[in-house]
């Protein structure tokens, strides 16, 4: 059924415009920030119902063992690479201009421009408590900026919460709807709600936390060395020790080694 529904799926953006690099059949964008702004701002109101997958080498191995959610990652307008890994492999394989681009880094820079451009946002995903926290930071730091927010249970929904919850996110008309469950979670309800929420959705994983100031993000001498995955693993090495043991050598053998 979900197969079914993708495919079906019109977007109202010509995908053909996004260049992509496909690694392990997960077509990742061969963009840069630059790139992706100006995209976004050019086709907003054409990209809503729709939704961007910001993708890593986890989710990226994740896709590669899981036929379902590698439709999932492919059946956005785009799954952008917020791994630095990716967009290494991707110069690699001559896309020169392609850069590592982050959820966080990629959430800053349209907060920026929505004081200017009237952007409404919706924060969805999380808990109260971190909700109140990033209401506190994005008001200091972006004032006058526009958004809700809303902690979703941590249960499956019942189709008539789920019918309540798009009519709240719908009534408030909001341009980008930011998504932050995690992964596979965040991935997997946009692809549920794609052409019935009204707004860009976009999965921006721990986003949340680090706007929040939950979590810090590595400094930005390891993160130009795409050695953040390295900093997150010292502040939580009980969730991620296996995480990165497990998908890291599935990708050095099948991306670096194999050229997938």
């Given at each position: 059924?979900?197969?079914?529904?993708?495919?079906?799926?019109?977007?109202?953006?010509?995908?053909?415009?996004?260049p992509i690099c496909n690694i392990l059949?997960?077509?990742?964008?061969?963009?840069?920030?630059?790139?992706?702004?100006?995209?976004?701002?050019?086709?907003?109101?054409?990209?809503?119902?729709?939704?961007?997958?910001?993708?890593?080498?986890?989710?990226?191995?994740?896709?590669?063992?899981?036929?379902?959610?590698?439709?999932?990652?492919?059946?956005?307008?785009?799954?952008?690479?917020?791994?630095?890994?990716?967009?290494?492999?991707?110069?690699?394989?001559?896309?020169?201009?392609?850069?590592?681009?982050?959820?966080?880094?990629?959430?800053?820079?349209?907060?920026?421009?929505?004081?200017?451009?009237?952007?409404?946002?919706?924060?969805?995903?999380?808990?109260?408590?971190?909700?109140?926290?990033?209401?506190?930071?994005?008001?200091?730091?972006?004032?006058?900026?526009?958004?809700?927010?809303?902690?979703?249970?941590?249960?499956?929904?019942?189709?008539?919460?789920?019918?309540?919850?798009?009519?709240?996110?719908?009534?408030?008309?909001?341009?980008?709807?930011?998504?932050?469950?995690?992964?596979?979670?965040?991935?997997?309800?946009?692809?549920?709600?794609?052409?019935?929420?009204?707004?860009?959705?976009?999965?921006?994983?721990?986003?949340?936390?680090?706007?929040?100031?939950?979590?810090?993000?590595?400094?930005?001498?390891?993160?130009?060395?795409?050695?953040?995955?390295?900093?997150?693993?010292?502040?939580?090495?009980?969730?991620?020790?296996?995480?990165?043991?497990?998908?890291?050598?599935?990708?050095?053998?099948?991306?670096?080694?194999?050229?997938?």
């Amino acid at each position: 059924m979900e197969k079914e529904r993708l495919s079906v799926y019109k977007h109202r953006v010509d995908k053909k415009e996004v260049p992509i690099c496909n690694i392990l059949g997960v077509k990742i964008a061969a963009i840069d920030m630059e790139w992706l702004l100006d995209f976004t701002q050019r086709n907003i109101s054409q990209l809503r119902g729709d939704y961007m997958c910001v993708s890593n080498v986890h989710t990226t191995v994740m896709s590669d063992q899981n036929p379902n959610y590698k439709r999932i990652q492919n059946g956005g307008i785009m799954a952008i690479p917020d791994g630095g890994p990716l967009s290494a492999v991707g110069r690699r394989r001559g896309f020169t201009e392609m850069k590592r681009t982050t959820g966080p880094d990629y959430m800053g820079e349209v907060l920026k421009l929505s004081v200017e451009h009237g952007y409404k946002h919706f924060f969805y995903g999380s808990t109260d408590e971190t909700l109140e926290k990033l209401r506190t930071k994005l008001e200091k730091d972006y004032p006058g900026v526009k958004m809700e927010m809303y902690s979703p249970p941590f249960r499956k929904l019942s189709p008539e919460e789920d019918e309540e919850i798009m009519s709240k996110i719908n009534a408030t008309q909001s341009d980008f709807v930011w998504v932050g469950l995690g992964a596979p979670k965040q991935e997997e309800w946009m692809a549920e709600h794609q052409g019935k929420i009204q707004g860009f959705m976009v999965g921006v994983g721990a986003a949340f936390d680090y706007y929040a100031g939950n979590i810090s993000r590595a400094p930005e001498w390891m993160q130009k060395c795409n050695l953040e995955w390295l900093y997150r693993l010292f502040q939580d090495p009980k969730r991620l020790f296996k995480r990165y043991l497990n998908t890291n050598a599935r990708f050095l053998w099948n991306v670096v080694i194999k050229g997938r």
